[in-house]
């Protein structure tokens, strides 16, 4: 690998550094400052945080190696989640910012369930940081294998004696570590936001260079590759659609992402995160959508073999550009992931430290040591993701499906019956959160996920939504009349 593209990767990492340290110097005092950033973020630094702790490596190489062999057809999963986006900014966004305020300053979603429903509150509590700590881990590990897979494709022989893959995940872990652990939540928000900046230019470069650079229209060479490849519909399904499209359900559960909203500076700042958000996303998903198309002609053009269609960005960014852009283009890459990975390390250690430390073993830990022992469950979670992350045949997609089908089923219909209906009891709250979550594990241990019925797999997250929801609504209505007496 060219000097040139090291040194642009040199110059990201430091200035990622160099973001966690001034973090640290303004807002790691106390539990509120290192967990939420003291509720301060800015409308552009909270929409840029949320969307690019969102868009992880599955943004540069899951979604586009999968357009890359099927087609057009799967730009229904970017679909789904531009729309399901959308909707979490109008319902959750305003109502999470007012309501974990005002019920007992909330600093984590399982704090803020507890305060809706202080008659499940230790349940609540222990049960959401048990599947919250649980599917970030399997997160975290998607993002760790992005990393892998990155450095294993542009640096074989970065380290002598140590395999890439090996010396991806741990310069990646080690990098998101120092300035996370040293700086919390608002060092994860500034480069978040710096992060989302330099991915949106990445993802907007390469389609329009592939497309219009040597050797003419990725059009023209697409046409001869397979029919259909162009089409939204061909070899489309019914189960197909849907198991694409609700992958925008999941935005409702996912903590890394709506723990922004209650970071965001006030409520009357929703509007203008939400515009700049929705806009960043568009880009970044149309872009992402280019990579797989664009990259598929270049390669047909110049009779080329990938032997992993997820890493068409990479072998782009080496093919086409200087390697000083090439280093700039494969810091996009990390930061992606880097980005989601500091957002779901930070809000694992929030729930180890104030929904099992402080509340079973420290009721009155000092706010210093709160802060200690978040940075020590940083850690301890990142090498729990590093162990699952050490197979480097694993699909950065089909982790960060798992996970987010996980989250969106567990989460999402608690998190949008908590927020919009009164008539919710907390048994009602407990019974969503295990039986969504409980029925992803489930479907995907049964490989219903891949094979359903003798047909094609449907995505658990369809199974573990609708039942959570019906599940809230029954156990509500059933225990309603009793909390009522219980109250009096």
Known sequence: ???????????????????????????????????????????????????????????????????????????????????????????????????????????????????????????????????????????????????????????????????????????????????????????????????????????????????????????????????????????????????????????????????????????????????????WMGVALLGSIGIGIAGRAYMERNGLVIDDPETIFIVLADLLFHPLITGFLLAALLAAVMSTISSQLLVSSSSLTEDFYRLFLRRNASEREAVNVGRISVLLVALAAIVIASDPDSEVLGLVSNAWAGFGAAFGPLIILALTWRGMTGAGAVAGLVTGAGVVIAWIALGWNREFMGGPGVYEIIPGFALAWLAIRLVSAATRREEAVAAE
């Open 1 to 279: 690998m060219a000097t040139g593209t090291i040194i642009s990767l040199a110059l990201y990492f430091v200035l990622m550094l160099a973001i966690g340290l001034y973090a640290w110097r303004k807002s790691t005092e106390d539990s509120e400052g290192y967990l939420l950033g003291g509720r301060q973020l800015s409308p552009a630094v909270a929409a840029l945080s949320a969307g690019a702790s969102d868009m992880s490596g599955w943004l540069l190489l899951g979604l586009p190696g999968a357009l890359y062999v099927t087609g057009l057809v799967e730009a229904w999963i970017g679909i789904g989640l531009f729309l399901g986006a959308l909707a979490n900014w109008f319902i959750v966004a305003p109502r999470l910012r007012e309501q974990t305020e005002k019920l007992g300053n909330a600093l984590t979603i399982p704090e803020f369930l507890a305060n809706r429903f202080p008659d499940k509150a230790v349940l609540l509590r222990v049960v959401s940081a048990i599947i919250i700590v649980t599917f970030f881990t399997v997160y975290t590990a998607s993002g760790l294998v992005a990393g892998g897979k990155l450095f294993d494709s542009a640096f074989p022989a970065l380290i002598p004696g140590m395999e890439p893959y090996w010396a991806g995940i741990w310069i990646t872990a080690g990098v998101v570590l120092a300035y996370t652990m040293v700086g919390g939540f608002l060092a994860v928000s500034l480069t978040d936001f710096v992060q989302g900046c330099i991915m949106v230019v990445a993802l907007v470069l390469m389609p329009l260079v592939v497309m219009f650079g040597p050797g003419g229209s990725a059009g023209e060479s697409l046409t001869g590759i397979q029919p259909g490849f162009l089409s939204l519909t061909e070899g489309l399904t019914a189960i197909g659609f849907l198991s694409a499209v609700t992958w925008g359900l999941g935005y409702f559960g996912q903590p890394h992402i709506i723990v922004r909203f209650m970071a965001i500076r006030s409520v009357a700042d929703v509007p203008k995160a939400r515009n700049i958000g929705m806009t």
